[in-house]
């Protein structure tokens, strides 16, 4: 039984307000757990859901390697390139950018030509029970689709295969509803299908055992949708294992270990051979750069050495001794006029390259200067500039292979690439304007030393120059060569771009389907759909239940709650005992206790019992509260003003005679009747008195507004503490409108799941417009599991009672 509030909302105290809360979540919690078999059942059902999705699901492991992403340039490298005059270091140098690497690992295209390479495409599975049984290597026969018709498959093809005696096979395929059969003996062989030609061969890694599927199902899914699906869901991550470490962690979950430890092998195998290709790329457009460099050079020497023989065949030669130092320093300046030429005609090829807009993505290869010593190093700046713009040519084309022009990153890129190229234009018309200046400098300085060169015969002069321009393009000559080689070193020398530090592993533990996490949602769903089924039948319930529902739809005061009653069998309905603490005693107790606090103590009380219909157990709560009330040591007074359903008489089982046939009726219609003749006084009860209802008059409404009536009640208040009207329901009839002026507080019983939800709007215009006094409600027949006292009180009875407007006769055997 729950106590409740004996004062008016308003003056309740904090303490009270959080003891209700608490009361009414427990309430709630406690009303649920009434409905136990359902959460069992849903517990149970959904339970066996979670075993069969956990049985049909196929486990899958993760498998887990670690690599270390290494230099582009290692030191081996680098010093078999460091001199070259076209030296292209924009590919790498310095610090490789992780991400940029795991993003490339990730790719589709990378992905899918691992599968290809690993024939990861390739599933084979058979049946176990429900069970389904993923297998690799340990079948007897290796399946591949041809190339050309693995690159059209869009979808998934699949056949079945079964495994003969001897070594054979036959394979089955369903196509267009026709179902063939292929045997196959020898190996390697293949056979014809709609997607195209399937090779087979024999795995000579395995021997026949009795583990190995007899019938299996070979499936061959598009490489290109399944790197689709591998990017998408998760299947292979990438991540670093530290942000100022090379080291990054590779994850991917198979439904078969071994596969998925050779699928991590193969996929750094195929990135490696992939980035030695893109490193590749500027290195190879160097050694052509050198090679027209070379054929260049080589044709302006042999010209010279024809002209320096043809002189020589008609002059004859003279030695060059007395030309002095005049010529010794001539021959310096032509050679710095040479490299400063030399220099001039690469600036004017890379000018010519930047300002071509067709070559604008083209890498370009890097300038050095050809000079050595202290006229080295006028172009070092441009050269720097070169090889970063050469490393975001690099970076824009790995990244075109997996974004879109319009994607943000490659937009960034060329927006870099377009300033880098605008820098390095304008740094080489500098670097040209300044070997223009040196070369007006040395030509100046080489006229001089002509000058004084001139002096000497003509045919010393002449082949002289022949011979300075015959040696300083033999020198151009043999460095080009040089360089040549150089870089046909750094083509063979391509070193992996990452290296497998720990092995792949797969773990024996599957990481899907997670048995707890999938119970547990089972478990959580079960709880959850049968809360949902219980609060949707709460909503849609059109009758009250319980005190949350009344709480919802009036603001009236609750001053108990009566729980439900079972059976009575051959009981009284009056189920107090004023010398007893059972569970229905205590109950009326408490609203007794109420009473006290809603009512004046100093006079005597009439209290008007009634509901909304018949049924809803109000001779019940008038006839044990009465009973309660005189055990307080109070004269105690109960009427039955229900002139048209007396039920008195049956409640405390009097026999017929006068009292019990007579009663209020009698005293209305004959004032000169004693009303002590006809008060009847329970045995058991020394201060409760009862007073019928008498004969059902043809007119209950004016009998009801005799003045009689008032003049009764004030004559029983001289005798009584409290006087309680069994009134009639104030539903169907007004008799207890009419009777309520001489009463001084009402208590409405309302019956759960009986008394409908609109019925409470019934009572809130009563209320608010005074046709009852002092309502107070009692609600009737509460599931026992509302009740917080249920754990301590364990009874159970029933009653009926008939109601019988317009046939007295009715019975009426529902509990109240």
Not at 334 to 359: C, F, G, I, Q, V
Not at 477 to 485: A, G, N, V, W
Request: contains cysteine.
């Amino acid at each position: 039984m729950q106590y409740e509030d004996t004062k008016p909302m308003q003056n309740r105290s904090v303490s009270t307000n959080l003891e209700d809360k608490e009361t009414d979540i427990l309430s709630l919690i406690l009303s649920y757990l009434h409905y136990w078999p359902l959460y069992l059942l849903l517990l149970f059902l959904f339970g066996v859901l979670a075993w069969l999705y956990i049985t049909l699901q196929e486990p899958l492991y993760p498998v887990e390697t670690s690599i270390l992403f290494l230099e582009n340039n290692d030191a081996g490298k680098s010093n078999a390139v460091d001199n070259l005059m076209l030296d292209l270091k924009g590919i790498g140098g310095g610090n490789i950018n992780v991400d940029n690497e795991l993003l490339i690992l990730k790719s589709r295209e990378i992905i899918k030509q691992t599968l290809e390479e690993s024939g990861a495409y390739v599933d084979i599975t058979s049946r176990s029970g429900i069970r389904t049984k993923v297998w690799y290597d340990e079948v007897p026969y290796n399946f591949a689709l041809e190339d050309s018709a693995l690159s059209r498959l869009l979808g998934s093809y699949s056949f079945e295969v079964e495994c003969l005696s001897g070594g054979k096979c036959r394979i089955i395929l369903s196509e267009e509803n026709d179902k063939k059969k292929i045997e196959l003996d020898s190996f390697p062989s293949y056979f014809h299908t709609s997607q195209g030609l399937v090779i087979v061969r024999r795995n000579k890694n395995v021997s026949p055992s009795e583990e190995q599927p007899k019938h299996f199902k070979v499936s061959f899914s598009s490489p290109l949708m399944l790197a689709g699906k591998y990017t998408l869901n998760g299947t292979l991550s990438a991540a670093k294992l530290d942000k100022q470490s090379s080291l990054a962690m590779l994850k991917v979950v198979f439904p078969h270990k071994k596969k998925g430890e050779d699928f991590l092998v193969k996929l750094v195998e195929v990135y490696n051979k992939q980035r030695a290709i893109d490193k590749n790329i500027t290195a190879q457009k160097t050694y052509d750069f050198i090679n027209e460099r070379i054929k260049l050079i080589g044709s302006e020497l042999s010209n010279t050495e024809m002209q320096l023989e043809e002189a020589k065949r008609k002059q004859g030669v003279i030695g060059v001794e007395d030309l002095g130092l005049a010529v010794g320093a001539s021959q310096v300046t032509a050679k710095l006029r040479m490299e400063l030429e030399t220099e001039m005609k690469l600036m004017d090829n890379l000018l010519s390259m930047l300002n071509d807009p067709s070559k604008k993505y083209e890498l370009i290869p890097g300038f050095a200067s050809v000079r050595t010593g202290a006229n080295a190093g006028a172009s070092a700046p441009l050269v720097a500039a070169i090889q970063a713009h050469n490393a975001m040519l690099q970076e824009r084309n790995t990244l075109l292979k997996e974004a879109s022009e319009e994607h943000p990153r490659l937009l960034a890129i060329n927006s870099n690439i377009e300033q880098s190229r605008n820098s390095i234009r304008t740094a080489a018309e500098i670097t040209r304007k300044e070997l223009a200046i040196q070369l007006g400098d040395v030509k100046a300085q080489e006229k001089e030393y002509n000058a004084t060169v001139a002096e000497a015969p003509t045919f010393e002069r002449v082949t002289t120059d022949i011979e300075r321009q015959r040696a300083i393009r033999s020198e151009l000559y043999l460095m080009l060569l040089t360089k040549r080689e150089q870089t046909s070193i750094e083509l063979a020398s391509t070193m992996q771009s990452a290296r497998i530090v720990d092995r792949p592993l797969a773990s024996n533990t599957p990481s899907s389907p997670r048995k707890p996490l999938i119970y547990l949602i089972g478990i959580l769903l079960s709880i959850g759909v049968s809360t949902l089924i219980l609060y949707i039948a709460q909503i849609v319930r059109v009758k009250i239940s319980s005190k949350d529902d009344l709480a919802k739809l009036t603001s009236l005061s609750v001053v108990g709650l009566v729980p439900k009653i079972e059976t009575i069998g051959k009981q009284s309905e009056i189920q107090v005992n004023v010398k007893g603490n059972g569970l229905i005693t205590e109950i009326f107790r408490t609203i007794r206790t109420n009473l006290c606090f809603l009512t004046p103590t100093d006079k005597s009380v009439v209290i008007l019992v009634t509901s909304t219909i018949k049924g809803e157990g109000k001779t019940f709560v008038s006839s044990n509260l009465a009973v309660s009330l005189s055990a307080l040591d109070k004269k105690v007074l109960i009427v039955g003003l229900d002139l048209r359903n007396p039920q008195l008489g049956r409640t405390f089982k009097v026999a017929s005679g006068r009292v019990s046939r007579h009663g209020i009726v009698d005293l209305l219609h004959d004032p000169t009747i004693d009303p002590n003749s006809l008060i009847y006084h329970p045995e058991g009860y020394p201060q409760l008195s009862v007073l019928f209802a008498g004969p059902i008059p043809p007119n209950p409404p004016e009998m009801l507004s005799r003045s009689r009536l008032t003049q009764l009640f004030e004559l029983f208040r001289k005798e009584y503490d409290y006087i309680i009207i069994d009134g009639a329901p104030v539903g169907p009839v007004v008799d207890s409108f009419i009777a309520s002026r001489v009463a001084d507080i009402t208590l409405y019983v309302l019956r759960a799941n009986v008394t409908k939800k609109h019925d409470v709007d019934y009572i809130n215009y009563i209320s608010t417009n005074g046709k009852l006094p002092n309502i107070n409600l009692i609600l009737n027949d509460v599931n026992e599991n509302a009740s917080i006292l249920r754990s301590k009180h364990s009874y159970g009875y029933g009653y009926g009672y008939g109601y019988g407007y317009g046939d007295p006769h009715e019975e009426n055997k529902s509990r109240l």
